[in-house]
């Protein structure tokens, strides 16, 4: 499986921006899916995570409201809406899928529960 993370860009602050994470390779459905963020000097952060098991999101406090995340089954993508765009969103964003069996809520925020990454796609959001 092959995730193709896609849409970033420069936006001032208050913009939006939908990022869009393409799978191929397998069966779209059947995997957990989240998207985290590294900005320089920083660690990979949790942004949001869906779980297939019962279809729920979980979202990093500082983007509730704001990020929407989404899937299409039919076109094997998840997408990222971010709206109300600040600078401190200004990051990397990663695509990410778990492909292993049940996961916890705890385990959906960790980057380490994650075994197939995008490429990571630059969001910039000027003040």
């Known amino acids: 499986v092959q995730l193709q993370a896609s849409g970033g860009g420069l936006v001032q602050a208050g913009g939006s921006l939908r990022l869009s994470c393409a799978a191929s390779?397998?069966?779209?459905?059947?995997?957990?899916m989240g998207w985290f963020r590294q900005a320089p000097g920083n660690e990979r952060e949790f942004v949001v995570g869906f779980r297939r098991s019962d279809s729920r999101t979980y979202y990093l406090e500082s983007v509730k409201g704001r990020f929407t995340i989404s899937r299409d089954n039919a076109k094997n993508t998840v997408y990222l809406q971010m709206n109300s765009l600040k600078p401190e969103d200004t990051a990397v964003y990663y695509c990410a899928a778990h492909t292993g069996g049940r996961i916890i809520t705890s385990s959906l925020r960790n980057p380490s529960a994650y075994n197939i990454w995008g490429q990571g796609t630059q969001v910039t959001v000027s003040s």
């Open positions: 390779g397998g069966t779209f459905s059947s995997f957990d």
